[in-house]
């Protein structure tokens, strides 16, 4: 790889975007949704203005859970739901249905920016929301050992994210609450890898980085959370129409959703299923956390090692004007979206499930280039 010297894109190279907001998605399902605006197949009719009330949107939503249960072997006392409002509607739905004593106490771990933002939603439900456990002091560059913190026996619920997209960080296994139901915001590591659904009461993720396009969010809920929702709580915000009318209960986002039903069947028929998916990841991360390794404090990673993120690797180099040719540079070769986030700056590359392996190898190239040409800049 020969690093461009002009300001010109060069056009005849890949594109590959690192984007950390909206991930990519496999270009057999872009063709597919392509089709499908114009016809979903067999049907004479175009994804874009299926009636919600059609036996279509129904046969869509019906293959859209099952793929879901198949690959993540979903247990029959969980519902999925399809929502809109994005992740951050979940972070208001959760304390408004789940939190209905207020004399109990609701346990958030707070690992990264994600977090923090969520604490905000419940705390409009009442002020003192149990923080187990901060990294903010740190600067959020790890997870905690379960040893770190200590969950409420009373609590009626415990939040936490699994990956957090802004610093990159991401626990290898979920928190252990015993009885108290566990709660996670899955959005940047859904269907990357296999999980244990039974240890989650409520699990959310929205559908822009790993299995759609923006518009809807998937929701897997325990049974017997819907038992305790309060009835004061506005109809759309409350989970228990949206299972009773299975997603139906107002106009769902059909389009997006069939957007999902492709990335399912791309990884249950392509792919072949979430072991694979996660062996895909972990080869990625590989790639570029090799490059950080390796680089003798040029490229310096922002998570400690046993924290690292497979999916969003975040570090820096020795200074903002570095980082700068960095990213400028490499949007000349087809390498995009790798600013960090607006919070933390810095190089963000994110390795969504549809990101390919020549992606990952086609940037550590990269990165070792830079490296080689720009090594004598690095204090
Ligand atoms: C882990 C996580 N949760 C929640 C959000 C907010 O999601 P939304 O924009 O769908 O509300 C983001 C945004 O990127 C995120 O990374």
């Known amino acids: 790889m020969t690093l461009p010297n002009s300001n010109s894109i060069a056009t005849s190279l890949p594109l590959y975007n690192f984007s950390g907001g909206v991930g990519l998605l496999p270009p057999t399902v872009i063709s597919e949704a392509q089709q499908a605006i114009l016809e979903v197949p067999g049907t004479?009719?175009?994804?874009?203005?299926?009636?919600?009330?059609?036996?279509?949107?129904?046969?869509?939503?019906?293959?859209?859970?099952?793929?879901?249960?198949?690959?993540?072997?979903?247990?029959?006392?969980?519902?999925?739901?399809?929502?809109?409002?994005?992740?951050?509607?979940?972070?208001?739905?959760?304390?408004?249905?789940?939190?209905?004593?207020?004399?109990?106490?609701?346990?958030?771990?707070?690992?990264?920016?994600?977090?923090?933002?969520?604490?905000k939603e419940a705390e409009i439900e009442k002020k003192n929301v149990n923080i187990i456990w901060n990294g903010k002091a740190q600067k959020f560059v790890r997870v905690p050992r379960p040893d770190e913190y200590q969950i409420d026996p009373d609590a009626a619920y415990v939040h936490y994210y699994s990956n957090e997209t802004v610093e990159g960080l991401q626990f290898e296994n979920p928190l252990e609450t015993g009885d108290i139901p566990l709660v996670c915001d899955m959005s940047s590591d859904f269907l990357a890898k296999p999980i244990d659904i039974s240890k989650y009461a409520l699990i959310y993720a929205h559908a822009q980085k790993n299995i759609g396009a923006a518009g809807v969010t998937v929701v897997i809920i325990r049974d017997d959370l819907l038992e305790c929702i309060p009835d004061n709580i506005p109809t759309i915000l409350d989970y228990r129409p949206h299972v009773e009318m299975k997603s139906i209960y107002n106009t769902p986002p059909i389009f997006a959703i069939y957007v999902v039903l492709l990335v399912t069947r791309w990884l249950l028929n392509d792919i072949g299923g979430l072991t694979n998916m996660a062996q895909q990841s972990q080869h990625k991360a590989a790639l570029l956390y090799k490059a950080i390794d390796e680089s003798q404090g040029f490229y310096r990673g922002h998570a400690q090692v046993d924290s690292r993120s497979l999916i969003n690797v975040v570090f820096n180099l020795a200074t903002p004007n570095l980082e700068r040719q960095f990213i400028e540079t490499a949007e000349r070769l087809g390498i995009i979206g790798l600013e960090g986030h607006r919070s933390l700056g810095g190089i963000r590359a994110s390795l969504y499930n549809s990101m390919p392996v020549e992606g990952a190898l086609y940037l550590q190239n990269f990165m070792l280039e830079f490296q080689q040409q720009f090594k004598g800049q690095q204090q």
């Open 44 to 119: 004479r009719i175009s994804a874009l203005v299926i009636n919600h009330r059609s036996q279509l949107c129904r046969d869509i939503l019906d293959e859209t859970e099952k793929n879901l249960r198949t690959l993540l072997t979903i247990p029959d006392n969980y519902h999925i739901l399809f929502l809109q409002g994005g992740a951050s509607l979940q972070f208001s739905m959760i304390p408004m249905n789940l939190w209905v004593n207020k004399n109990q106490p609701v346990d958030y771990l707070v690992s990264g920016y994600w977090s923090s933002k969520a604490i």
